[in-house]
């Protein structure tokens, strides 16, 4: 059956600290630790995997740091082929303290120069022809140029591979300004209103910005998610508006990338329109439910793949 490569390219290990109270300035001590492999490609990995759509992560690796994403990998019977660097990949901490306030401390991750832009190029060139879709999920690492996830959408142009393009400000601007588009974008509202520099007030507008905006002609789909509001979607001609349940969200966390999953095992199925985005919307709901993030209980699929509802707009 089809198989999908996803793209991350500054993956982290990230790293929970719950403490009851932060404390500035003197020693906390935290005994619940969890590390998990993060980065939104590696949470889109994940749940494709739970689809049981074929998939492997790709992407830049390095250090000691890279060593515990790959042996998580490979603890979930994950395929991957990362490019390795030599330098350290990063963690990324979330202290989960005071009730309910998170405190993040980001690592900036790996610094990289136009060798290992080219580099990259070569690896991914040379991996994407094995499979059928592309993901490209999140920000870059330092030191690359913002125009390589275009150059990659180019590469895989050239294998005849569609891209899922999920990614923000001048990296996602470049690709939609290039010659050769990406095949299917998944912005929030906020990253659209942000690609064109004017609000978005309801959902005419919205439909009128799609149809008219050059930065959005040729792309094929452009699915614009709105987390509990469900998602907009432009494809070819066509617009929908997809309605979602009420549900208790637990943590929306992780659940762009879970629909960006749910839209790529759409696409390797070759299901009708609808149902693709039927199914994205599934997926982000199902993650919405549980703790983790990027993960979710398959067996709810049915229930609420049901409740979802599309109308032409
Ligand atoms: P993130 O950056 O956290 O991954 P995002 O902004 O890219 O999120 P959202 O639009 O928030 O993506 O969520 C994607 C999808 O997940 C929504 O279209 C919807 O299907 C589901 N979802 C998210 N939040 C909720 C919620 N509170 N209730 C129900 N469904 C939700």
Redesign the pocket.
Known sequence: SKSVLTITMNPSVDISYPLEHLNINTVNRVKDVSKTAGG?GL?VTRVLKQLNVPVTASGIIGGTIGQYITNQLDENDIDHAFMKINQESRNCIAILHDNGDQTEILEAGPVLNSDDENDFLDHFGAQVSGFDLVTISGSLPQGLSAGIYSKMIGVAARHNVPVIL?SSNVALRLALESDIKPFMI??????IAQLIGQKITDLDDLKDKLATEEIFKGIPWVV????????FVKYQQSFFK?N????H?IN????????VAGLAAGLVKDEKPEDVMKR??????L??LQEKTGNIDISQYKDYFEK?DIVKY
């Open positions: 939104k949470n999920d998944k912005p929030n509202q906020d990253e614009v998610s709105l987390g509990s509001q469900g998602a997809v979602i349940p009420k549900i969200a929306p966390v992780g659940s762009g990338d879970s629909t994205a919307m599934t997926v982000g709901i993650n919405t979802v």
